[in-house]
Structure formats: structure tokens, C-alpha cells
T-cell receptor, first 113, second 111 residues
């Protein structure tokens, strides 16, 4: 596609439920990143995939969070047993590599009620 | 940790040039300066990047000092739609690192 696509754009879930957020990066981009942004806050790094290398999971806030990237393309961020503090906009970005810039999707707004 | 410092906020009159400074005194030789902006509730948008030479594109100009310890993003004719948070970020040319955002500069364009 022309840009990074995220789905759903909005998700409301009940506390304790699991959710899956999807990211389709720009075709050919080898690097994929997940960030989250709470209301009025900056971007918080979550996880980073680069090609076939092991992902950098250093930003995941707890073991309820996990992500995978299948076939070097689409990525899914899973949050298990959601809590109210998980409410935020979850942003995905992809990058071609080298000095190419990052390109962000429009995010998924997650609301845990 | 972000390796750049920016003013928290700035105002600029509509139609004027907006000059956003960024300090990156510990920049290393292989790090590029990137600028992004985030308009309310949207994903960050790439603006421009450079290594040591000044750069210009359809959105903005980037001026990097000779010692590369600071830079300035210039929006030549600011419009109300340029109101956003602007982030200055350093990235190496290895392409294998995460993008770490600081707090950025909240630019408000005044009518």
C-alpha cells in the first residue's frame, strides 16, 4: 500500500479482555516499530522488528504485551487481560533501512472500560 | 533516552517563518538529524532529515551548524495547519535502531 495501515482505528474493550492490533507496513520496509501514546504524553517505544533478527522487546511494559511479525510483513500487537492504564493510541511505524525515514500509521485508539 | 533538547513551546505569527531550534551536542559522526511533527491525534509525519549539509524540501528547510551540535528547522511561511508538536531526533545510518522521541516543541501558529 501507499502508507502504513493500522486496524482497527478505534477499539473499545472491557477490562480483562484480550485485544489484537494489526499493522501493515509499507511494502519492502524491513523495520517495523510499535509505540504507544497516552493522552497528552509523548511516544513510548514498545517493540522493534528488523528483518529476521530477534525483536527488541525492551519497551514492552509487562508480560501481558506481546507482538509478532509474520513473513517479515504484517505485525500484530496483542495485549492480554487489558487494564484501564492500557488505554492509549498505539502507533506503528516502518522503515526501509539505511537513512530512510520512519513512516507512521494513523494509530489504533484503544479504550479499556 | 533522547539525545536532543528543544524548547517546550513556541508561537509564530501566520505567514511568518517559524524557526525551531534543536541542540544535539553529543551527536556522533554517523548520526543524521531527523525532524517529525505530530498534529493532534495523528501519527507523526516525517518532515526532513540531513547529515551536515543544509537541506530543503517542499515542506521545510533544515540548517545544521558546521560543528553539527545544533540545527534549526525552518517553515518558511507558517500556516494555521502547521500547529503541531515538532520532534528533532538523531538516527545513525546503520538502520538498526529504534526511534526515540523527546518531548518536542509545541508550535502554535497565531492568526
Amino acid at each position: 500500500g501507499a502508507g502504513v495501515s493500522q486496524s482497527p482505528s478505534n477499539k473499545v474493550t472491557e477490562k480483562g479482555k484480550d485485544v489484537e492490533l494489526r499493522c501493515d507496513p509499507i511494502s519492502g520496509h524491513t523495520a517495523l516499530y510499535w509505540y504507544r501514546q497516552s493522552l497528552g504524553q509523548g511516544l513510548e517505544f514498545l517493540i522493534y522488528f528488523q528483518g529476521n533478527s530477534a525483536p527488541d522487546k525492551s519497551g514492552l511494559p509487562s508480560d501481558r504485551f506481546s507482538a509478532e511479525r509474520t513473513g517479515g510483513s504484517v505485525s500484530t500487537l496483542t495485549i492480554q487481560r487489558t487494564q484501564q492504564e492500557d488505554s492509549a493510541v498505539y502507533l506503528c511505524a516502518s522503515r526501509k533501512g539505511g537513512t530512510a525515514g520512519f513512516f507512521f500509521g494513523q494509530g489504533t485508539r484503544l479504550t479499556v472500560v | 533516552d533522547a539525545k536532543t533538547t528543544q524548547p517546550t513551546s513556541m508561537d509564530c505569527a501566520e505567514g511568518r517563518a517559524a524557526n525551531l531550534p534543536c541542540n544535539h551536542s553529543t551527536i556522533s559522526g554517523n548520526e543524521y538529524v531527523y525532524w517529525y511533527r505530530q498534529i493532534h491525534s495523528q501519527g507523526p509525519q516525517y518532515i526532513i532529515h540531513g547529515l551536515k549539509n543544509n537541506e530543503t524540501n517542499e515542506m521545510a528547510s533544515l540548517i545544521i551548524t558546521e560543528d553539527r551540535k545544533s540545527s534549526t528547522l525552518i517553515l518558511p511561511h507558517a500556516t494555521l495547519r502547521d500547529t503541531a508538536v515538532y520532534y528533532c531526533i538523531l538516527l545513525s545510518n546503520f538502520g538498526n535502531e529504534k526511534l526515540t522521541f523527546g518531548t518536542g516543541t509545541r508550535l502554535t501558529i497565531i492568526p
